[in-house]
C-alpha cells in the first residue's frame, strides 16, 4: 500500500507528465481591434486576449469565439517565443468555438482524447495564459457532466463539463487535459461569484464543430422565423389528446416572409411537435433545428384555440 507521500508524488508526476505533453501545443492569442476616428483608422491598443491549442502539426489552433468574435489581426505567442500571425477559419458563437490557422514549421499539436469517456471525479488539468502568464496549469476534477449555460448569443450550450479546475481571464480557449494528456475539453467560462465552478465545451462537440468550420467557415443551422417562450399545456388538451409533454413552445410573432409565415403559423399557437418528435420549449424547439432540416419540408403540430393543427414548415439557413 502506498503511503500518503507517494500518492502525492504520483499524482504529481501524472499532472507534470500531462502538462509536458500537452503544454508545448498551447499558445497566446491576442487580438488587436481596428477603430475608426473622425474617418482615419487606428489602431486600438487594447483588444481581447485569451488561450488556445495548436490540435494538427500543420498549424490549426482551437480557441474560443468570444476571443476573436470582435474582429481584428489575430496573433499567437508559442511557448519557444515565436509569434505568428493567425487567420480565423470560422468560429461558431453559439457553441463559443473558433479554429484558427498559422504557417510554421515544427510545430507541437495536443493529442484529443474522448470526452464520452469522463467520469464525475476524474482528475483534469487547465492549462492557459491567464493575465499573460504562460503555462499557467490548475488542476481539479470534473464535478459534472451535462450541464446547459447560456452563450453570448442567448442559445443554450449544451452537455458541458463542470470542474473545479480554476480558470482566470485568459484561460479562455485553453485546453481541459486528463492525467494522460488527453484533451477533453475547451475551458470556456466561469460563474462569477461561484467558487470552483468553471465550465468547458465536450472535445467531441468540438471535433463536430471543427469539421463544419473546416468544410463551409461556419456551423449551419435551420430557423422557423418565430418568437416565442414556454409555455404549459392546459391539463384538459394534454388528456384529450394524449399529448406526451405538459410544456409546449407559444408562439408570440412570427417574422414576415419568414418560412414560419409562410407555412400558416400564427401569433397565439401552441407547438407541441417537430417532425414527429414532442417540443417542450424554445430551447428543445432550437435543438432540433439543425442543418439536415434545411430545405426539408417538416411537418410541425401546434395547438390553435385548443384545437390540433398541422402544417408544413420548410426552414431555412440561419444566418
Not at 407547438?271 to 417542450?280: A, K, Q, R, S, Y
Not at 442543418?291 to 439557413?317: K, Q, W
Request: charged share 20%.
Amino acid at each position: 500500500m502506498l503511503s500518503d507521500p507517494e500518492l502525492l508524488d504520483a499524482y504529481s508526476r501524472a499532472v507534470v507528465d500531462a502538462v509536458a505533453r500537452v503544454g508545448p501545443a498551447v499558445v497566446k492569442v491576442d487580438v488587436r481591434a481596428d477603430t475608426t476616428r473622425e474617418g482615419r483608422s487606428r489602431r486600438a491598443p487594447s483588444g481581447g486576449s485569451g488561450s488556445g491549442f495548436v490540435f494538427t502539426p500543420d498549424g490549426l489552433i482551437l480557441t474560443n469565439s468570444h476571443v476573436v468574435g470582435a474582429g481584428g489581426d489575430v496573433a499567437v505567442s508559442l511557448t519557444d517565443g515565436r509569434r505568428l500571425r493567425a487567420d480565423v477559419v470560422g468560429d461558431d458563437p453559439h457553441t463559443d468555438l473558433a479554429v484558427l490557422r498559422v504557417t510554421a514549421p515544427d510545430l507541437a499539436s495536443a493529442p484529443m482524447g474522448d470526452s464520452a469517456s469522463l467520469r464525475p471525479g476524474q482528475v483534469v488539468i487547465a492549462i492557459g495564459n491567464p493575465f499573460g502568464f504562460q503555462h499557467t496549469v490548475t488542476t481539479g476534477v470534473v464535478s459534472a457532466l451535462g450541464r446547459s449555460l447560456r452563450a453570448r448569443t442567448v442559445r443554450l450550450m449544451e452537455n458541458l463539463i463542470q470542474t473545479d479546475a480554476a480558470l482566470n481571464p485568459g484561460n479562455s480557449g485553453g485546453p481541459l487535459v486528463t492525467s494522460r494528456g488527453e484533451v477533453v475539453g475547451v475551458n470556456t467560462a466561469v460563474i462569477l461569484g461561484g467558487q470552483g465552478i468553471a465550465f468547458a465545451v465536450p472535445i467531441n462537440t468540438a471535433t463536430w464543430v471543427i469539421s463544419c468550420l473546416l468544410k463551409d467557415g461556419r456551423v449551419r443551422r435551420s430557423h422557423l422565423g418565430v418568437a416565442g417562450q414556454d409555455a404549459d399545456i392546459p391539463r384538459r388538451l394534454v388528456r384529450e389528446y394524449s399529448l406526451p409533454r405538459e410544456r409546449g413552445l407559444a408562439v408570440t410573432a412570427v417574422t414576415p416572409g419568414s418560412a414560419a409565415d409562410e407555412a400558416g403559423l400564427r401569433a397565439g399557437d401552441l407547438l407541441i411537435d417537430f417532425n414527429g418528435t414532442p417540443v417542450g420549449g424554445v430551447d428543445d424547439l432550437v435543438r432540433k433545428l439543425t442543418d439536415a432540416t434545411i430545405g426539408v419540408a417538416t411537418p410541425v403540430r401546434v395547438l390553435r384555440h385548443g384545437a390540433p393543427r398541422r402544417v408544413i414548415v420548410v426552414p431555412r439557413e440561419a444566418t
